[in-house]
């Protein structure tokens, strides 16, 4: 008894783990012809591959590993991409509106004027990552790592950030405004001539943070830190 039991405990993983994995049929299609649409590829490896400009709109990457992949301009509208490896991967200008990133890693990760309106970013590792010039207007990045990250000139109106970790981020000249960033850390910051106009600053930490031309949530500009 106890090992028909072993056996169909194992018997059920090895379903459980195939119903998990890519569909190669989707792989080949998407190497053919660089384009996937809704297409099954959790758990595939495509780290370093070449997938700039393909279209991935509502494809399944979740649990793929990128790492380092080239996806610049590439569309990924409403992707399913949570839990995955982005580290390092080239997402210049992509298009990644109302996308699932929740806990994926983008350490690294070059984000250019990458389109992440309504994109759902929380828990994730974007340490260290490109932003600058990228739209994540109304995006989700509760409890997410941006420490390091550049979002120079980086359009972040109406976004949730609570207990987000921004220390040392680059924040120049991005517009924050209607942001929430309550319990978020600024420590260390670079929010010279940033729009915080109507911002939730509620116990954020900004020891350190620059404060040069800054509007503050009240409409006043501040230039102590000029």
């Known amino acids: 008894m106890k090992l028909l039991l072993t056996a169909l405990t194992v018997s059920a993983s090895l379903i459980a783990s195939v119903a998990s994995a890519f569909d190669p049929d989707d792989l080949q299609r998407l190497k053919d012809a660089n ?11 495509l780290g370093g591959a070449n997938l ?3 279209f991935l709109i509502g494809a399944d990457l979740s649990g793929a590993d990128l790492s380092g992949a080239g996806l610049a301009s590439t569309d990924l509208r409403g992707a399913n991409l949570s839990v995955a490896d982005l580290a390092s991967t080239d997402l210049s200008g992509a298009n990644l509106r109302e996308a699932n990133l929740r806990e994926a890693d983008l350490s690294g990760t070059n984000l250019r004027r990458a389109d992440l309106r309504g994109t759902n970013l929380i828990g994730v590792n974007l340490s260290g990552a490109n932003l600058g010039g ?15 990250a550049d979002l120079s000139g980086a359009f972040l109106i109406g976004v949730y950030l609570s207990g987000a970790d921004l220390s040392e981020a680059l924040l120049i000249q991005a517009n924050l405004s209607g942001a929430n960033l309550s319990g978020a850390n600024l420590g260390g910051a670079d929010l010279s001539r940033a729009n915080l106009t109507g911002a939730d600053l509620r116990g954020t930490i900004m020891n350190g943070a620059i404060l040069c ?5 009240d409409g006043a500009v501040i230039y102590s830190g000029c």
């Not at 384009?35 to 490896?45: E, I, P, Y």
């Open 35 to 45: 384009v996937c649409m809704k297409c099954d590829l959790s758990m595939a490896n």
């Open 52 to 54: 700039s400009a393909a």
């Open 134 to 148: 990228a739209d994540l207007s109304e995006a989700s990045l509760s409890g997410a790592d941006l420490s390091e």
């Open 213 to 217: 031309n800054t509007t503050m949530p």
